[in-house]
């Protein structure tokens, strides 16, 4: 977006939220996305008759700013062509003259109503909602921060659902490879557990899975060990090998043989884990700091 029309929209009011800009206009609430070159693209919630919409898109066609739009059910998206002489202040005054003509209402993204609209916003993210949509949002929002969580539970389900995961390091493990997707089962199915155990999603929470995906991944690699002695020693039976675990890992030449493979598998467990768990910790700390607002122009 061009400094004049940052200006511009500063001059109407709007509120800039990480990449886009929102703001009212004669009743008329808009967001405006800044795709960072001369493409800007303006987003209405509206609704409109389909003779209403025949009249608008008809106005559309002929303003020479308007690149392209589109109209998903009652979202109006247009993508505003910035040019180094006019600011967009002409072009909205036009559209909202023409909005006006054919009688658009915006409306509230939930229940559909015309009436007392507001944005709520929260860190970057906006939705259009009427004063009973909205009032109940925050409502939500409050109540699910103040839930309790059970975390045993959580870390039981993760547990269990890491286990599942790691099947499928064992199995890759035992034909002789090592595959990062196989980490990425083992995380995948440790949040999955916590999330169908309705583990709360915060920081400990995801520290929980770290741990179950941790545990888990040991489990594996000891029973692709297993799987490897078993395959040499045919008489060795799952017990009998934890039995002589304890013999094994005090062996200084077994476990110089043994560290590149696990060193190997960790790498591997690392690639294959650690954007999710990096992505969950973000969202995470983002939803603890949830906070939802009311913004009024
Ligand atoms: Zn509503």
Redesign the pocket.
């Known amino acids: 977006m061009t400094e004049k029309n940052s200006t511009c929209l500063e001059e109407l009011n709007f509120k800039e939220l990480g990449i886009n800009w929102i703001g009212k206009i004669d009743g008329y609430s808009f967001s405006i996305e800044d795709k960072q070159d001369s493409e800007n693209e303006l987003i209405i919630y509206i609704d409109l008759t389909a003779n209403a919409k025949s009249k608008l898109f008809e106005f559309l066609d002929e303003c020479s700013e308007a690149s392209e739009y589109g109209l998903d059910k009652d979202t109006l998206s247009i993508i505003y062509l910035e040019d180094s002489e006019n600011d967009m202040s002409d072009f909205l005054k036009r559209l909202i003259a023409k909005l006006k003509e054919i009688d658009a209402k915006c409306v509230?993204k939930?229940?559909k109503?015309t009436d007392n609209l507001s944005f709520y916003v929260n860190n970057t993210t906006y939705a259009l909602?009427?004063e009973?949509?909205g009032a109940e949002l925050i409502e939500k929002f409050e109540a699910d921060k103040k839930k309790k969580n059970n975390y045993a539970r959580g870390l039981f389900a993760s547990l269990l659902g890491a286990l599942i995961g790691s099947t499928a390091w064992i199995i890759i493990g035992s034909l002789g490879y090592i595959a990062s997707i196989a980490g990425f089962a083992i995380s995948y199915c440790a949040f999955k557990g916590y999330e169908i155990a309705k583990g709360k999603f915060n920081r400990t929470g995801i520290v929980l899975n770290v741990v179950a995906i941790i545990i888990a991944f040991l489990f594996a690699q000891y029973a692709v060990l297993f799987i490897e002695f078993s395959k040499e020693f045919n008489t060795v039976n799952p017990l009998g090998f934890i039995l002589i675990t304890p013999i094994l890992f005090s062996d200084a030449d077994f476990m110089k043989a043994l560290l590149p493979d696990i060193g190997l598998g960790l790498l591997f467990a690392f690639l294959g884990t650690y954007r999710m768990i990096i992505n969950n910790f973000k969202s995470a700390k983002n939803a603890e700091n949830l906070n939802i607002e009311k913004l009024d122009f």
């Open positions: 509230c939930y229940c109503q909602l009427c009973k949509c």
